[in-house]
């Protein structure tokens, strides 16, 4: 039977770890600002991000306006709208915690109805929107990881470290041909269980096969824009594997953000062409947001995977279905 490596103390202890260590080095390697974050936008501006278009956002209305206000989803598209408001320069860029509520995701035990993540965004330059860049900031962002996962070993030695000393870069198109016959996630499993740490490049844009590898919003990464091999694509996912899960653990969704030409080709490709008329896309188009790179980081599915737990909610507090919340009693897995 499971059993954690740390008690409910500790693991508090070790979640305030990881978040307040992590946060300094991804601000430090990439020369982040923090910046204060919206939980909530006024609708009819283009900034909140839809996902794939199957989850409606908590809304509700306020005395002093007509306007619906929505929870947001992710700070995807606002981020880049804060970096030319706050003037970022080139190689500078903000990041920040975001915390949304998904009503209607369906939980599992690292699907849950709250979203806890460290947004961060970073002016480029058009010389820089190429793979090998791309390939670059994720080396980064993998640096920061493993030191602290060496950290929150060193606290708590119970805790050895799980990580490879690099992370495997690998195109969706590439993986579709290796395991022609797995569905998307299960050739996740299985290029994961290999390596260890992967990156998959090439997100949202249709693979030989006629499918996409999943699914994208059309108005922030670009999944169309040809690559040098010809494949498609300047985005991706960071996947660790879990040996107790035994599957690949989604970390972080990120890319190179679209220009105005991509944000065309995605609109039109995706039948969204109306967002043309929206302020955000507009602003893209007529190149008033600068260029930039940027992602999400899973809080509680990072310190889900550094402290070695099997649920997100023991991680994290959240509601959960009473069937599940007596599954893991029986599991011995103790929820917050």
């Not at 204060?36 to 306020?62: K, M």
């Not at 929107?129 to 080396?139: A, D, G, H, I, Q």
Request: aromatic fraction near 8%; proline fraction near 3%.
């Amino acid at each position: 039977m499971y059993k954690s490596k740390l008690d409910l103390i500790a693991t508090e202890t070790g979640i305030k770890l990881i978040k307040d260590t992590f946060e300094r080095k991804l601000a430090e390697r990439l020369s982040l600002q923090r910046v204060s974050a919206p939980r909530f936008i006024r609708t009819g501006r283009g900034l909140q991000d839809d996902l794939d278009g199957s989850q409606i956002p908590v809304s509700f209305n306020t005395r002093f306006t007509d306007h619906t206000i929505e929870m947001v989803h992710s700070l995807a598209k606002w981020k880049r709208y804060a970096l030319e408001k706050y003037g970022f320069q080139f190689g500078t860029g903000l990041y920040t915690d975001m915390d949304a509520i998904r009503k209607d995701e369906y939980v599992d035990d690292i699907h849950s109805i709250y979203v806890d993540q460290w947004d961060w965004e970073r002016v480029i330059s058009n010389e820089q929107r190429n793979v090998s860049f791309l390939k670059k900031t994720v080396k980064t962002l993998y640096t920061a990881i493993r030191e602290i996962e060496s950290t929150v070993e060193e606290t708590f030695p119970s805790l050895s470290s799980r990580l490879p000393g690099k992370i495997t870069f690998i195109h969706s198109e590439e993986l579709e041909n290796m395991y022609p016959g797995l569905s998307p996630k299960e050739r996740e499993n299985r290029i994961t269980e290999k390596h260890k740490a992967v990156f998959i490049i090439g997100i949202g844009y249709p693979l030989r096969s006629g499918e996409p590898h999943d699914i994208r919003a059309a108005d922030y990464d670009d999944w169309s824009t040809k690559t040098g091999n010809g494949t498609r694509g300047l985005n991706g996912d960071i996947l660790f594997w879990d040996d107790l899960k035994g599957s690949a653990l989604e970390i972080s969704s990120m890319g190179i953000r679209v220009d105005p030409t991509a944000l065309l080709k995605q609109l039109a490709f995706a039948g969204c062409e109306v967002r043309k008329e929206l302020d955000f896309h507009k602003k893209v188009i007529a190149k008033k947001l600068p260029l930039s790179v940027g992602g999400g980081i899973g809080q509680s599915r990072l310190c889900m995977y550094l402290l070695q737990k099997v649920h997100i909610g023991e991680v994290q507090v959240s509601v959960w279905p009473d069937e599940m919340i007596g599954d893991c009693a029986k599991k011995n897995i103790n929820l917050l």
